[in-house]
């Protein structure tokens, strides 16, 4: 009766773990220009307009398989009082732009409760914000792009300047998602990279998600 208890328990551990287990991150940044050009529109966040600048959308446990775990651990949910200290730069680098108008806390539960319950085996709350933060630091796109010629005037861009310009900067290929504006032009809307499983390090993406954009992209003002 023991050793089947012991193997029950065993067995539950390694459920836990495996929930749990994932290969790489993507960490995503998001062009709030792009989101607001759209038919639904946008709200600026109870703090007032973001800068304009790429902000964060999030930092998101993925597998080869292009697969992805989610909302792992609803016992550990959203704790703001945990980030208090982190709160002032996410109002600035991870900013809400939904509607209706709010301060981030929903935004940001929602991330952690879906995504970052999911990396809680190495980085716990405070740590899985504060990581992210960090990533946005360290990656400037709008410097690398601006850099380059490639600024956000709502002029045409080629998509593959645009992927090269950060992949030269980064020395690692991004993954660049667009969405399309009023009229149905592609514009160029969020930029994924992809971490290592400790959240430290760039490595080239094992796999992509899946949408293409046009061979010419908007980047449009913010």
């Avoid at 539950?12 to 991150?25: G, H, I, K, T, W």
């Avoid at 300047?161 to 969405?179: K, L, M, V």
């Avoid at 032009?185 to 994924?192: E, P, W």
Wanted: hydrophobic share 30%.
């Amino acid at each position: 009766m023991e050793k089947k208890l012991n193997l029950l328990i065993l067995l539950c551990l390694s459920v836990v773990s495996n929930a749990q287990d994932f290969d790489f991150f993507y960490f995503v940044q998001q062009w709030p220009g792009s989101y607001c050009d759209t038919k639904q529109s946008c709200c600026y966040p109870t703090t007032g307009k973001p800068p304009s600048d790429f902000g964060i959308h999030g930092l998101w446990p993925n597998y080869k398989d292009g697969s992805y775990p989610s909302n792992c651990d609803p016992s550990n949910s959203y704790d703001q009082s945990k980030i208090s200290d982190l709160i002032s730069k996410m109002q600035e680098n991870w900013a809400t732009l939904a509607c209706p108008s709010n301060s981030g806390s929903t935004f940001w539960s929602h991330e952690w409760d879906k995504h970052g319950t999911c990396s809680e085996s190495v980085l716990d709350q405070h740590s899985y914000f504060g990581t992210a933060l960090n990533l946005k630091s360290k990656l400037d796109l709008l410097q690398i792009l601006q850099s380059a010629g490639i600024n956000p005037d709502g002029s045409l861009y080629s998509l593959s300047t645009i992927r090269s310009t950060i992949s030269n900067a980064i020395g690692y290929t991004p993954w660049i998602q667009c969405n399309v504006d009023e009229q149905g032009n592609s514009q160029l809307y969020q930029v994924y990279v992809c971490v290592d499983n400790s959240g430290s390090n760039l490595i080239e993406c094992p796999v992509f998600p899946n949408g293409k954009c046009g061979s010419s992209i908007e980047f449009p003002s913010f």
